[in-house]
């Protein structure tokens, strides 16, 4: 089994490759802004011989889907699975639930498959685990390889020093919350959030889910609203930026092997 992240370039999201002895999976796509780019990557890091087999989804927004309908087609019309939620979003391709006109851009329509909690995608020597993930939107999904701990989160975790938003299409506080709590209990040991590097090791995820759960929880006990002294969200920003600054111990690198 190799799995290996592709660093999100400009807005896209993190991308996930779990390549296993039998099937190759794709965990999100990035936008349509270097979807070509993406196909050499993704080609680069499979090796001749090897080629993708699915795309799963963790949310319908731009930055982790907008991607997805041309890397299908460039690997034969493989399936992209996401939760039910998105399924009539992602067909009639709308760009507002999807964020995509935030970023100036057309949402591809693109047909996909349903995912739901507790499905199972076998790689060979490894399996995915679909866990549900709601708050940033219904349709949250995560995906856990659990016999080497390695956890895709999507949206619910932005960054280890960025919480996620709530104040968007179909986002809700308290499953932000609920979501974290079930990160936590999952005991990864290695967390791949939407945007920067992978969190490592089980004092730094605690200590990162205990920052990011201790300010949302603070949040709800204020009616739902971030602090004051923070600064107002980007157009384009599934996540808040802390002031002052919470500590980020990840640095990034072109790609990584888990």
Avoid at 67 to 96: N, R
Avoid at 212 to 227: I, K, S, T, V
């Amino acid at each position: 089994m190799r799995i290996i992240r592709l660093p999100g370039i400009h807005h896209d999201a993190n991308a996930v490759i779990f390549s296993g002895s039998d099937s190759s999976v794709l965990i999100d796509a990035g936008t349509t802004w270097y979807q070509m780019l993406q196909i050499e990557r993704i080609s680069g890091h499979l090796g001749e011989g090897k080629k993708l087999d699915r795309i799963l989804l963790t949310s319908r927004r731009y930055p982790f889907s907008g991607g997805a309908k041309h890397i299908s087609e460039a690997y034969d019309g493989i399936p992209i699975g996401i939760h039910s939620d998105a399924i009539s979003v992602m067909e009639t391709g709308d760009f507002y639930s999807t964020w995509a006109n935030r970023y100036d851009s057309d949402m591809p329509s693109t047909k996909c498959e349903p995912v739901s909690q507790g499905d199972v995608f076998a790689l060979g020597d490894g399996e995915l685990f679909a866990i549900s993930l709601p708050g940033h939107c219904t349709d949250g999904m995560g995906y856990f390889e659990k016999e080497r701990g390695v956890l895709v989160a999507g949206a619910i975790l932005p960054r280890a020093d960025t919480p996620c938003r709530w104040d968007m299409p179909g986002g809700c506080l308290p499953e932000l919350i609920t979501s974290l709590k079930t990160i936590h209990d999952l005991a990864p040991s290695s967390i791949v959030p939407a945007r920067g590097p992978t969190i490592k090791g089980s004092d730094r995820i605690d200590e990162v889910l205990n920052q990011h759960l201790n300010f949302l929880e603070e949040c709800q006990q204020n009616d739902g609203m971030a602090p004051r002294s923070w600064p107002r969200p980007a157009k384009t920003a599934y996540f808040l930026v802390s002031d002052p600054p919470w500590p980020l111990l990840e640095k990034e690198t072109s790609s990584e092997s888990k």
